[in-house]
């Protein structure tokens, strides 16, 4: 599950794509749109249990603790694919 959380107070979107469901390997897409009243956002992504993410890209880390890699935050609204 992809979360976008932000600070408008308008609707923003995720879309997230999955692509190679072989074995333990896929990868994972996402588009995050926030709202034009947006002054800043994160987005996070789960990580089933088990699964190492790899080649995370434009900045990500992932938290093991929690399962979850992270992006952001980011200071303005412009549309991104983290």
């Excluded at 890209?57 to 929690?66: I, L, M, P, T």
């Amino acid at each position: 599950m992809a979360l976008l959380y932000h600070t408008g107070l308008t609707a923003s979107t995720i879309h997230r794509s999955v692509v190679g469901l072989t074995g333990d390997r896929m990868q994972v897409t996402l588009q995050a749109t926030p709202s034009a009243s947006v002054a800043v956002y994160a987005v996070e992504e789960g990580v089933a249990n088990g699964l190492m993410p790899k080649n995370i890209s434009n900045g990500g880390v992932f938290d093991a603790a929690n399962d979850l890699v992270k992006w952001g935050p980011w200071f303005d609204a412009q549309s991104l694919a983290p």
